[in-house]
């Protein structure tokens, strides 16, 4: 069974930068992804990258600002944000996937507990 411990939230300020951690044990072989989840609103898709290293963002969420990465070595999924504004306030999931398919929470099968990230105006 697989778990992903998530690290990395904390508060900053507007325009601040964060790096996310999601650490992985168990099979590994995977797409992860990150996804975020703000109060009253619906979880959201931010960003998922195959094993392979390649790519997917929701470009009109992130516009630039974020990148994600992973070490397959350390079994380690990471998400940069930079240019942080207060909407991106949320609670920031980790999620990982087998196969292929769409990028939606329903898709992924294992998830993280979470760690919030604040940004100050």
């Known amino acids: 069974q697989v778990q992903l411990v998530e690290s990395g939230g904390g508060l900053v300020q507007a325009g601040g930068s964060l790096r996310l951690s999601c650490a992985a044990s168990?099979?590994?072989?995977?797409?992860m992804g990150w996804f975020r989840q703000a109060p009253g609103k619906e979880r959201e898709f931010v960003a998922s990258?195959?094993?392979?290293?390649?790519?997917?963002y929701d470009e009109d969420l992130v516009k630039g600002r974020f990148t994600i990465s992973r070490d397959n070595a350390k079994n380690t999924v990471y998400l940069q944000m930079n240019g942080l504004k207060p909407e991106d306030t949320a609670v920031y999931y980790c999620?990982?996937?087998?196969?292929?398919?769409?990028?939606?929470?329903?898709?992924?099968?294992?998830w993280g507990q979470g760690t919030q990230v604040t940004v100050s105006s």
């Open positions: 999620a990982l996937r087998y196969g292929s398919g769409p990028s939606n929470a329903a898709a992924f099968s294992s």
């Open positions: 168990g099979r590994t072989d995977s797409t």
């Open positions: 990258i195959r094993w392979s290293g390649g790519t997917t």
